[in-house]
């Protein structure tokens, strides 16, 4: 049986334990009180033997509660009240004679306690200390041997000793019942939290999307772009790739806000979005890179090749009239190329590179795609 271990009470609450055992240590010695005296009664004793009977069994339990509660470590004093239990008692086996039934109320009360504290290093402590302070006592008072006891007496002392039994038992399963509601209770607040947890790491995540999304379209945003572009140029430098940027920018854009409104305007961004992702490949990546302008990244992919998808992209997308709130709304795209490493071995070259193309379309009439 494992030891308990010392547990502090919480400031002002007396500890659990030193409830518990002066509510035990009351009781059995209470029964004692009158088993013993009945057992004395009869035989011419010394009033000082009274005095030490009473004295134990009926004041030293509130003092040593008193004592235990003031203790700074209470469990500890416990302890050491259990061990002074079974030393007192072990001499009252020989101060009384060895009177059978009631050594057995003794000792088994005194068995009992430590090991419910301190498994079976407490039993053998009770053990031991009853035998010392049985032969300390029998080696003052001198050693006779008494076994027998009144009927009365051993009734009493065999329903003392049941009583003992069955309200000790009674403290512990509820102890038991106890710690097994507050396991449960912690249990569920734990699983609580791990759904708090749950929450508060999928809220992040959103979150972390969030940052990297636009907010329109969808599509990623300026601010990943950078980080996206570092860690592909990283790549293509290192395995020799190109990398094409397509800046694609809607022309006369304002024109359409002008005449069909904001909402409108934000209908044929969005539209642009989807109808741009439709026509590129998996591997491609495309980033809302300002107001009307569009950063598509080609991975793998020169400028003959970044020219040809451009081209593609100017087409479809001049053929596609924008279908908004029942009007169709046409639109063209300008589109500048810059590949890697022709036309700039840095983001920032690249995509000024791309920018000057796309300048280089718009100046040129528009709906044009020009490579830097
Ligand atoms: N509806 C809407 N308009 C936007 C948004 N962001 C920028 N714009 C508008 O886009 C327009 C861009 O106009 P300009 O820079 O003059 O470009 P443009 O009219 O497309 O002309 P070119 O690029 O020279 O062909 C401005 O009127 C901005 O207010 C947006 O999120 N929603």
């Not at 033997?49 to 470590?73: G, I, K, M, S, T």
């Not at 065999?158 to 209770?185: A, G, N, P």
């Amino acid at each position: 049986m494992p030891e308990i271990t010392p547990t502090a009470a919480p400031r002002g609450k007396t500890h659990w334990a030193v409830h518990v055992n002066h509510r035990h240590r009351s009781l059995g010695y209470a029964m004692l009180l009158v088993v013993v005296g009945l057992h004395v009664a009869p035989q011419d004793r010394s009033p000082l033997l009274w005095l030490v009977l009473v004295a134990h069994f009926a004041v030293y339990p509130q003092l040593a509660f008193w004592l235990a509660r003031r203790a700074a470590d209470p469990m500890a004093a416990e302890i050491r009240h259990m061990y002074l239990d079974a030393l007192s008692l072990g001499a009252w086996i020989a101060v009384l004679h060895f009177p059978l039934w009631i050594s057995f109320v003794m000792v088994i009360g005194c068995l009992l306690n430590l090991t419910l504290y301190r498994g079976t290093r407490g039993w053998l402590e009770a053990l031991s200390l009853l035998a010392v302070g049985c032969a300390l006592a029998g080696s003052i008072t001198g050693w006779t041997l008494q076994p027998q006891t009144d009927p009365w007496v051993t009734a009493l002392a065999i329903v003392s000793v049941s009583l003992y039994l069955f309200f000790v038992s009674l403290d512990s399963q509820k102890r038991s019942m106890r710690l097994r509601d507050t396991r449960q209770e912690l249990q569920t607040k734990e699983l609580a939290l791990q759904q708090q947890l749950a929450e508060i790491q999928s809220l992040q995540t959103q979150l972390r999307e969030q940052v990297r999304r636009d907010a329109l379209t969808g599509l990623f945003n300026r601010h990943h772009l950078s980080d996206v572009m570092e860690r592909e140029l990283a790549r293509c430098a290192r395995d020799g790739q190109p990398l094409s940027l397509l800046m694609i920018d809607i022309d006369y854009f304002k024109r359409i806000n002008d005449s069909y409104g904001h909402q409108v305007g934000d209908d044929v961004l969005r539209e642009t979005a989807r109808l741009l992702l439709e026509r590129t490949r998996d591997s491609d990546m495309l980033f809302r890179y300002g107001g009307e302008e569009f950063l598509l990244v080609l991975v793998a992919a020169d400028a003959v090749v970044a020219k040809a998808v451009a081209e593609e992209l100017r087409q479809r997308y001049e053929l596609s009239p924008l279908a908004l709130a029942g009007r169709p709304v046409m639109a063209t795209l300008s589109i500048g190329v810059a590949t890697f490493a022709d036309h700039g071995v840095d983001f920032y070259s690249l995509v000024q590179a791309a920018d000057q193309a796309l300048y280089r379309a718009k100046r040129a009439g528009r709906n044009r795609v020009e490579v830097a």
